[in-house]
């Protein structure tokens, strides 16, 4: 998953270490790396594979009293009946 998202040698790496489970420090003593440099690679692969935006809602959420009213005073579209 991650390593979709590194560009250099270094940070393919370390997606597939991240992969494989390993810790930040873990991953740092494997490939010879600072720890905080391997933070800091591991913290950008993250972003880049979170989604990028939640998609809204479309239209305006209704007044639950609205709801209430239309369900009272709306045949019902399965039997026919207010």
Do not use: F, W
Not at 28 to 36: E, S, Y
Not at 50 to 73: F, M, R, V, W
């Amino acid at each position: 998953m991650y390593v979709d998202y590194a560009n250099t040698d270094q940070q393919k790496e370390v997606a597939r270490l991240m992969e494989d489970g390993l810790t930040g420090e873990a991953i740092a003593k494997k490939v010879g790396k600072d720890p905080g440099n391997v933070r800091k690679v591991m913290a950008l692969l993250k972003q880049r594979a979170a989604p990028k935006s939640i998609p809204e809602h479309s239209g305006t959420i209704p007044d639950c009293k609205q709801l209430c009213y239309n369900a009272k005073t709306e045949a019902n579209p399965l039997t026919s009946e207010p």
